[in-house]
């Protein structure tokens, strides 16, 4: 039971980590986009409209992540 209990407590720090790296990742593309606004032309609205789907992507897993850290604290197990 205890092995089972310290498995999941680590797995959901493991989340949390991803979690806060994508947070990251999501923060620097929000900055580049921007950047991208300052910048005129078709290119880089193109690069803009990439990037925003990169960032929605990324807030979307990090949605995903954070659900499953809540499924594993919901179990009475603190991460």
Known sequence: MKRGQMKLKNAGNQI???VRSVYKTES??????DSLREIPGREALKL???VASMAYEAKQQRSAL?????KIT???ISV
């Open 74 to 76: 919901n179990n009475g």
């Open 48 to 50: 803009r409209a990439d």
């Open 28 to 33: 620097q593309a929000t900055g580049l986009m």
């Open 16 to 18: 949390q980590s991803l």
């Open 66 to 70: 954070v659900k499953q850290v809540l």
